[in-house]
């Protein structure tokens, strides 16, 4: 069963950068679209980005273009997602999942790694 491993997140300060990881263990991931989802405290999930399992198509939320680029190394079984000019509104736990289709919609996603939590604060 595939599953998913999120890395990279932390505690950083106003217009700081991070790089978030989205690995997958003993299966691969190059046949899959992958999102970003985040969910700050008590508030939804909501959408991020997403890359289609080509790599080819992206799409990000309005709040973080300009801002967070998605990437995909096949080689390396991994979907990245460098985060620059981070804000406090970007605090949340980060989560990648993985679906047919790159899709905003959480409920496409069928399958979810664990999450990492993203503190950006001075």
């Known amino acids: 069963q595939l599953q998913l491993v999120e890395s990279g997140g932390g505690l950083v300060q106003p217009g700081g950068s991070l790089r978030l990881s989205c690995a997958a263990s003993?299966?691969?991931?190059?046949?899959?679209?992958i999102g970003w989802f985040r969910q700050a405290p008590g508030k939804e999930r909501e959408g991020v980005s997403c890359i289609s399992s080509s790599g080819t198509g992206t799409s990000y939320a309005d709040s973080v273009k300009g801002r967070f680029t998605i990437s995909r190394d096949k080689a390396k079984n991994t979907v990245y997602l460098q985060m620059d000019s981070l804000k406090p509104e970007d605090t949340g736990v980060y989560y990648c999942a993985a679906g047919e289709y790159a899709t905003m919609r959480a409920h496409e996603y069928v399958v979810w790694g664990q999450g990492t939590q993203v503190i950006v604060s001075s």
């Open positions: 003993r299966y691969t991931l190059n046949y899959y679209a």
